[in-house]
């Protein structure tokens, strides 16, 4: 019987509508504004690898984006790219963008939806530096 109750409290957790794209409007912009950088940035490395002459990366890969940011010029320093963009699971209080995206996506835990609204406006003034920056280069 314990089983099933804890299986009915995920469950329940899971469509708990608090942390839902279509009730919290937020989160749904978050997630849209971090999206348009992940696609921003793979379209920046695919360009700067088809001027060398190279194939595109299949996977989101931090150090391709530096080096597609310096060939380039890219008016977004080094150290926002690492903010937005590092993989892995991130710690708690100190994830970025990519890794709360990722774990709405993969997981949808309150915690990291917490953690998202904790810091929306740093993160939403950082993706739109970036997405600036992306039409500023490519204009």
């Known amino acids: 019987m314990k089983t099933l109750k804890r299986r009915k409290t ?3 957790t899971l469509l708990d509508t608090t942390y839902n794209l279509t009730v919290n409007h937020k989160i749904a912009l ?4 971090y999206i348009d950088c992940e696609i921003g940035a793979q379209k920046l490395i695919r360009f700067y690898k088809k001027d060398n002459g190279k194939l595109p990366p299949k996977t989101l890969f931090l150090p391709n984006i530096i080096k597609a940011a310096t060939y380039f010029d890219f008016p977004f320093d080094r150290d926002s790219i690492v ?3 590092p993989g892995g699971e991130g710690r708690r209080g100190r994830k970025s963008p ?15 939806s917490e953690e998202m609204l904790l810091n929306y406006d740093t993160h939403m003034a950082l993706m739109r530096r970036f997405i600036d920056a992306l039409r500023t280069t490519f204009q």
């Open 30 to 33: 978050y997630l849209e504004t």
């Open 10 to 12: 995920a469950i329940d």
């Open 83 to 85: 903010r937005l963009f």
């Open 98 to 112: 990519r890794q709360l995206r990722n774990a709405y996506v993969h997981a949808k835990r309150k915690r990291d």
